[in-house]
């Protein structure tokens, strides 16, 4: 199975951000995770009181490029999440690797902006 494969039509859990561990908050909705689709090439999720979308293209090299990322207006205001901080990952992103069910966002060689850990249902 090739890195494209194991990337796409998986939900990923957001464990860390820019090197911090992520706890869901008590009041929040639901986990932070993004999930992308194959077939029309779009990514949804939610961002810990938005829900999101946009669209994504795989390239060779585990390159990706995320775009066209919109949110939901909701007002959250007592969930502490940093939504612009989860979203500005998708903005940076431009490579990926996935071991042992942990996927990480990058940009260029650096550490990763975001780690996420499959969830299977």
């Not at 999720?45 to 949110?71: D, P, Q, W, Y």
Request: proline letters at 2%; a negative charge.
């Amino acid at each position: 199975m090739d890195s494209q494969e194991k990337i796409v039509e998986k939900y990923w859990k957001l464990i860390k951000l820019e090197g911090q561990n992520i706890k869901m908050a008590d009041n929040q909705e639901r986990e932070v995770y993004f999930r992308l689709k194959s077939d029309d090439q779009s990514i949804i999720g939610f961002a810990g009181c938005n829900t999101m979308s946009g669209k994504h293209e795989l390239m060779e090299g585990n390159r990706i490029k995320f775009s066209k990322i919109g949110v939901t207006m909701r007002l959250c205001p007592d969930v502490d999440v940093n939504e612009s901080e989860f979203l500005k990952v998708f903005e940076l992103a431009d490579n990926y690797s996935i071991h042992n069910d942990k996927l990480s966002l990058n940009i260029g060689k650096r550490a990763p902006l975001a780690v996420f850990e499959a969830v299977y249902f």
